[in-house]
């Protein structure tokens, strides 16, 4: 099983840019689809983006769409998270989590493992 790891978050003025960066350890990593997801204090925790095992296929929320970039390098065992042109109501806690199906979907319910989150504020 793969453990997880995020870094990267921090407290950043609107339109500022961060990149998360989730650690995964375990030789299996290749073997997972990975997603990020947020959570704001007193709501549930909402879909950000996702990635195929070997990034070709990507996904994200209409929210974050053309903002946010996923990408993966396995060489590494690292997913990322680029982040443009950041919102105040971006502030969250980001987790990254990984699934063993194969598209990887939306809902937190379908991934199995997930990291211990980092928090990004964005200040207006």
């Known amino acids: 099983q793969v453990q997880l790891v995020e870094s990267g978050g921090g407290l950043v003025q609107a339109g500022d840019s961060l990149r998360l960066s989730c650690a995964a350890s375990?030789?299996?990593?290749?073997?997972?689809?990975m997603g990020w997801f947020r959570q704001a204090p007193r709501k549930e925790r909402e879909f950000v983006a996702a990635t195929s095992w070997r990034g070709e296929n990507t996904y994200y929320a209409e929210s974050v769409k053309g903002r946010f970039t996923i990408s993966r390098d396995n060489a590494k065992n690292t997913v990322y998270l680029q982040m443009n042109s950041l919102k105040p109501e971006d502030t969250a806690v980001y987790y990254c989590?990984?699934?063993?199906?194969?598209?990887?979907?939306?809902?937190?319910?379908?991934?199995?493992?997930w990291g211990q989150g980092t928090q990004v504020t964005v200040a207006s």
């Open positions: 989590a990984a699934t063993e199906f194969i598209r990887p979907g939306t809902d937190p319910g379908s991934y199995g493992t």
């Open positions: 375990g030789r299996t990593f290749l073997r997972y689809a």
